[in-house]
């Protein structure tokens, strides 16, 4: 197999995009950015593509609520096309404003209704940028390596992820939790979502959605402490990249 080809759909707003493309390609992939018009004009063109990310930023202006027009789009166009992608093992990545995005559209089908969970105001009020520390909290997640920690940065004023009552049966939608690290500069919990959650999964572990930037971690110099620490082979925000084009396919 080659390189796994990743569209990255940007739209106004988007500003995390470059770095997608550019995490996407150090890992091995095939990244380039497409327009979300052209796909919701032309669904069948997911299926050129092996991986979907919906990146950063602030869709839309982030009118309404946050990812919510950018959801209205994909939910109504795309969903029959995303399903094709994952049925035959494709992979989407929602990432701070695509998670809201994902929730919001109904893609990631972990609540038992439309309205069962959602991404809302941080506890704080405020806009909150910082790094944390999140652990895996699934063991059939297409992107995470089980019982692993990952020292990655946030930015966003609506990550605090809410529910009245998560899917049951025999999956896990609970991908990522925030947790206690090394770096010590603020609560463990930065945003108050419940049970300390940080990214969510579909049934297939295929489809997720996380808070945190790992396109923001993918070489040494862009951790905070890096020159006092000794260089990793592979920074926490790569690993997770890396690990999706493992599982392709």
């Known amino acids: 197999m080659g390189k796994p080809r990743v569209a990255i759909l940007r739209s106004a707003g988007i500003n995390c995009d470059e770095e997608t493309v550019f995490a996407w390609n150090l890992a091995g992939a095939d990244a380039s950015l497409v327009h979300l018009d052209d796909v919701v004009a032309m669904p069948a063109r997911v299926d050129e593509y092996d991986i ?47 998670f809201q995005v994902l929730v919001k559209s109904g893609l ?74 090394v770096e010590r500069i603020g609560p463990i919990n930065p945003n108050g979502s419940a049970d300390d959650i940080a990214a969510i999964t579909d049934a297939t572990g295929r489809i997720m959605g996380l808070m945190p930037h790992p396109e923001r971690y993918v070489r040494h110099t862009q951790h905070p402490f890096w020159t006092t620490l000794p260089e990793v082979a592979e920074p926490d925000g790569l690993a997770i990249f890396r690990t999706a084009v493992k599982n392709v396919g």
């Open 52 to 98: 979907l990310t919906l990146p950063g930023g602030f869709s839309f202006g982030d009118d309404i609520s946050a990812g919510a027009i950018f959801a209205s789009r994909i939910g109504q166009a795309l969903s029959d096309a995303i399903r094709r992608l994952v049925d035959r093992g494709g992979l989407v990545l929602g990432i701070c404003n695509g």
């Open 108 to 181: 990631l089908n972990v609540g038992v209704a439309d309205t069962a969970c959602s991404l809302t105001i941080n506890t704080s009020g405020r806009f909150t940028c910082r790094w944390i520390t999140v652990r895996t909290d699934a063991d059939h997640c297409a992107f995470l390596e089980p019982d692993r920690s990952y020292f990655l940065p946030i930015a966003h004023a609506e990550g605090r992820f809410v529910y009245s009552k998560l899917s049951e049966g025999t999956w896990d939608p609970i991908a990522l939790r925030y947790t206690e690290g």
